[in-house]
């Protein structure tokens, strides 16, 4: 299929914009509005700027947003008026510069006119008489017109409620013209089908118009009651061509019939708005009904409707029926079938020899319509689900239950949708069976008592009772698991409690042997160097040098023991750790290694704390008066004693010479009490210029 470009003026200028911008840039002339593609209407969409004259002012719109048709020299263009809060006071005829923006909206695309000024005013233009094979031809598009035709159709818009559709037919062809309910109501509308009228107003195609002008060719009505009638009488809309065989027509050329009319027996109905006929000369014929209410089955009906082929068969849509004179065809006896046969495929084809027949159909029910369902059963037959439909006879199914074997009377539908030029090949929507006689089914075997549903029911049961059974005995355990809980949580607490007496009275022996006599020895001190006063100066000022060295020493300590009472040294379980945690904040960059292969289980939390304060002021020692660079700590069982040395690089000092108390130097000193409350040993190997190194050893508990 190929598509044929007429070197228009038009057309040319379409393709230098394309070419240029790749892209519709701007609009500067009202047919161009037409070429705009859904890419160019994306936000923010595509602006337009041109001067054109008004056509005609659509007065039927509501909100503002009026539609104005408008044509200049390149064609004609409808705007959507969205200049809210403002009279319209422009006209027909009048030239007006227009400006605004095209953008898609609402599933379309939309030319939103935001800015209109009056150029000069004209002659209102006339509606120029024309017919419906004319307007298709695409010569008065834009313009206004006047045209005669059958009222073919009325139906009301299914989305924009606010309008009903007339079609207007001249031989085959057809037209749309809107209507808004203020001209004109359903009835008013509906009572004009088969009379002929004349209606003006602007005739336009296209995509930027809305849904409405969109579906087919619209003719736009105008003013109050825009279709006048031409015939004093309407013909009878039952007065049509009887619907003759169709079997050889294209399915296209059955979709142009026009109204036509059957004469037949129903033979089903269902949905409330569907019925098959079978014609007296034994054609079935599917109608999608229009008018309220269903011919029930068994009368013989006269219908009329607009013809379409399913490729199957040919169906009436917006049918409109009466009940016909003449006696009914006589039922034909059902013929017994297997779901298979009407579900089934034969050389990969539905069977569809079956529609509009008699059937005979047996199975298990397997559903049953519900409160608020469409009255359809399921029947399974030979592994095969076919819905039967009850919504003619609800009460035949009164007392069928799940499960019984039933055998069921009815008509097979075979429903296709109808052919379309978008969709060739029509789909089958579904295949089923109408009930139409009260007494169409017969129970043959009802369920045993002890059914599937009873046993599940008796499954549930015992799980339930296992299910309260378990809970009854997670209930005791978590009970158990609390008061245990509760008991722990007991003596978790007071074990805790003694702990901290424990920890309070450490701390405080560890003040008062620490701190609280080195005050004690500062005050002395300082006393004495106050009676020294100024008869001996020299004496006084050495005093004062040992007591400042002493606070010094104290508040040393008290750093010490603050920084215990916040570190978490303790709670580690690998000694590495815990004494890497509390060296390094003292030492600063100095390197450190530690290697105390000790198991922390085997240190209580007492001789651990001990430990870790002598390894800290043996390693701040080397750094502060050392100088040292490198610290090692290294620690082993061995002969039952736990051994730690702390050795360094630094400076080294005489340990026979080195500064003790009475010189103001308190960390040997405070070591030595400490290894002494340990009951262990301590010994010092240093030398002035080769570094330190400092060996502990304390008694070590048995492993556990």
């Known amino acids: 299929?190929?598509?044929?470009?007429?070197?228009?003026?038009?057309?040319?200028?379409?393709?230098?914009?394309?070419?240029?911008?790749?892209?519709?840039?701007?609009?500067?002339?009202?047919?161009?509005?037409?070429?705009?593609?859904?890419?160019?209407?994306?936000?923010?969409?595509?602006?337009?700027?041109?001067?054109?004259?008004?056509?005609?002012?659509?007065?039927?719109?509501?909100?503002?947003?009026?539609?104005i048709f408008v044509s200049d020299e390149s064609g004609h263009a409808v705007l959507q008026n969205y200049i809210a809060g403002t009279n319209f006071l422009f006209r027909?005829?009048?030239?007006?510069?227009?400006?605004?923006?095209?953008?898609?909206?609402?599933?379309?695309?939309?030319?939103?006119?935001?800015?209109?000024?009056?150029?000069?005013?004209?002659?209102?233009?006339?509606?120029?008489?024309?017919?419906?094979?004319?307007?298709?031809?695409?010569?008065?598009?834009?313009?206004?017109?006047?045209?005669?035709?059958?009222?073919?159709?009325?139906?009301?818009?299914?989305?924009?409620?606010?309008?009903?559709?007339?079609?207007l037919?001249?031989?085959?062809?057809?037209?749309?013209?809107?209507?808004?309910?203020?001209?004109?109501?359903?009835?008013?509308?509906?009572?004009m089908i088969g009379g002929t009228v004349e209606a003006t107003g602007v005739f336009t195609t296209g995509q930027n118009v809305g849904r409405r002008r969109c579906i087919?060719?619209?003719?736009?009505?105008?003013?109050?009651?825009?279709?006048?009638?031409?015939?004093?009488?309407?013909?009878?809309?039952?007065?049509?061509?009887?619907?003759?065989?169709?079997?050889?027509?294209?399915?296209?050329?059955?979709?142009?019939?026009?109204?036509?009319?059957?004469?037949?027996?129903?033979?089903?109905?269902?949905?409330?708005?569907?019925?098959?006929?079978?014609?007296?000369?034994?054609?079935?014929?599917?109608?999608?009904?229009a008018s309220p209410g269903t011919p029930p089955p068994g009368l013989r009906i006269e219908a009329v409707g607009l013809p379409e082929s399913d490729l199957y068969n040919v169906n009436l849509r917006r049918v409109r029926w009466r009940q016909a004179a003449g006696v009914p065809l006589k039922a034909e006896p059902p013929e017994r079938v297997a779901a298979e046969s009407l579900l089934g495929y034969d050389r990969g084809l539905r069977?569809?020899?079956?529609?509009?027949?008699?059937?005979?159909?047996?199975?298990?029910?397997?559903?049953?319509?519900?409160?608020?369902?469409?009255?359809?059963?399921?029947?399974?037959?030979?592994?095969?689900?076919?819905?039967?439909?009850?919504?003619?006879?609800?009460?035949?199914?009164?007392?069928?239950?799940?499960?019984?074997?039933?055998?069921?009377d009815g008509i097979a539908v075979i429903e296709v949708d109808n052919w379309r030029p978008s969709a060739i090949f029509p789909q089958i929507k579904e295949v089923f069976v109408v009930v139409t006689a009260q007494d169409a089914l017969t129970v043959l075997k009802r369920p045993s008592?002890?059914?599937?549903?009873?046993?599940?029911?008796?499954?549930?049961?015992?799980?339930?009772?296992?299910?309260g059974v378990t809970i009854w005995n997670r209930s005791l355990k978590s009970l158990a698991e609390r008061r245990g809980r509760e008991l722990t949580e007991e003596t978790v607490s007071r074990v805790a409690s003694e702990l901290k007496v424990r920890e309070r009275t450490r701390l405080a022996v560890e003040l008062h042997d620490s701190i609280a006599q080195n005050l004690t020895g500062a005050i002395m001190e300082i006393r004495t160097g106050v009676r020294l006063g100024s008869a001996n100066h020299g004496g006084m000022i050495d005093h004062l040098e040992m007591a400042q060295k002493t606070l010094e020493s104290c508040r040393h300590e008290l750093r010490n023991c603050i920084w215990d009472l916040r570190n978490r040294a303790l709670e580690q379980t690998d000694m590495d750790k815990a004494i890497r945690l509390t060296v390094t904040p003292q030492i600063g960059s100095t390197s450190l290694a530690v290697r105390f292969a000790v198991p922390r289980e085997r240190i209580s939390d007492n001789s651990a704390h001990?430990?870790?304060?002598?390894?800290?002021?043996?390693a701040v020692n080397a750094v502060r008066h050392g100088r040292a660079t490198a610290i090692k700590v290294a620690g082993s069982v061995e002969n039952g004693k736990l051994m730690f040395a702390v050795s360094d690089n630094g400076c080294?000092?005489?340990?026979?010479?080195?500064?003790?108390?009475?010189?103001?130097?308190?960390?040997?000193?405070?070591?030595?009490?400490?290894?002494?409350?340990?009951?262990?040993?301590?010994?010092?190997?240093?030398?002035?210029?080769?570094?330190?190194?400092?060996?502990i050893s304390i008694k070590c508990p048995s492993p556990p």
Not at 380 to 388: I, K, Q, R, T
Not at 610 to 618: D, G, K, N, S
Not at 666 to 684: S, T
């Open 351 to 408: 069977k569809t020899g079956f529609h509009g027949r008699a059937v005979k159909i047996k199975g298990i029910v397997r559903g049953l319509p519900s409160s608020k369902g469409d009255g359809r059963a399921i029947l399974e037959d030979g592994g095969f689900l076919l819905s039967v439909d009850f919504s003619k006879c609800h009460e035949v199914l009164q007392d069928t239950t799940v499960g019984c074997t039933v055998e069921v």
């Open 1 to 67: 299929m190929g598509f044929i470009l007429r070197k228009t003026p038009l057309a040319v200028a379409a393709l230098w914009t394309f070419a240029a911008y790749g892209g519709i840039a701007g609009i500067y002339r009202a047919g161009d509005i037409r070429l705009v593609s859904p890419r160019d209407a994306a936000a923010p969409g595509t602006t337009f700027a041109f001067e054109a004259t008004i056509v005609h002012p659509d007065e039927t719109s509501s909100h503002n947003r009026r539609t």
């Open 652 to 695: 080294g000092f005489d340990p026979s010479s080195a500064h003790g108390v009475e010189d103001g130097h308190f960390g040997l000193q405070g070591i030595r009490e400490r290894v002494a409350a340990l009951d262990g040993e301590m010994a010092i190997d240093s030398e002035p210029g080769r570094g330190a190194k400092i060996t």
């Open 169 to 191: 037919s001249e031989g085959d062809r057809s037209i749309y013209a809107p209507i808004s309910y203020k001209d004109a109501s359903p009835s008013d509308a509906e009572a």
């Open 92 to 167: 027909a005829g009048d030239r007006v510069h227009a400006s605004g923006v095209v953008i898609g909206e609402y599933g379309g695309i939309y030319a939103h006119c935001t800015n209109m000024t009056l150029v000069s005013h004209g002659k209102q233009p006339s509606a120029v008489s024309t017919t419906i094979g004319e307007l298709l031809s695409g010569k008065y598009d834009g313009k206004l017109v006047t045209v005669r035709g059958e009222v073919t159709d009325a139906f009301p818009d299914d989305i924009d409620k606010a309008y009903i559709y007339l079609i």
């Open 610 to 618: 001990a430990i870790l304060r002598i390894i800290r002021e043996l």
């Open 216 to 289: 087919g060719h619209m003719l736009m009505s105008e003013g109050r009651w825009p279709v006048q009638p031409l015939c004093s009488t309407r013909k009878d809309p039952f007065d049509a061509p009887e619907l003759a065989t169709t079997c050889d027509m294209e399915p296209d050329k059955v979709f142009t019939l026009g109204r036509r009319r059957v004469i037949g027996t129903v033979l089903a109905s269902w949905h409330g708005d569907r019925a098959l006929v079978k014609t007296d000369d034994g054609n079935v014929v599917r109608l999608d009904i």
């Open 449 to 467: 008592w002890w059914t599937a549903g009873r046993s599940m029911t008796a499954i549930g049961l015992l799980l339930a009772v296992i299910l």
